[in-house]
């Protein structure tokens, strides 16, 4: 009979703290363009991965200590094709267009 060895394979990354970023997302002020800024302190712009969908997006970014990870929805349907995304002292933003060119919104009254 066989003997059966488990390897046990070493990953540096199960040290690493998980963490969802802080994110900030908005449409701008004339609802073309659906705005995000996602705070990955630390992290450096070749750790980062971001893939956009037309109604969701995902992120993850690392740092020595720390994976900032998360998928998050978006609002109404954009066109992931025509993100732009710039990465700076921590701070990723994006801007894509919505897929409709108009975003429907009521303005509610507050009490």
Known sequence: MEEVKEEVIEDSKEDKYLMAPEI?????????????????????????????????????GETDDTIYIGTYSICCPVKPEEAKAVYKQGLLKIEVPFRESEYHSIDVNIE
């Open 24 to 60: 900030c997302s908005w449409a701008d002020d004339e609802s073309e363009t659906y705005k995000i800024e996602i705070q990955l302190p630390g992290a450096e712009k070749d750790s980062i991965k971001l893939k956009m969908h037309d109604d969701s997006f995902f992120i993850k």
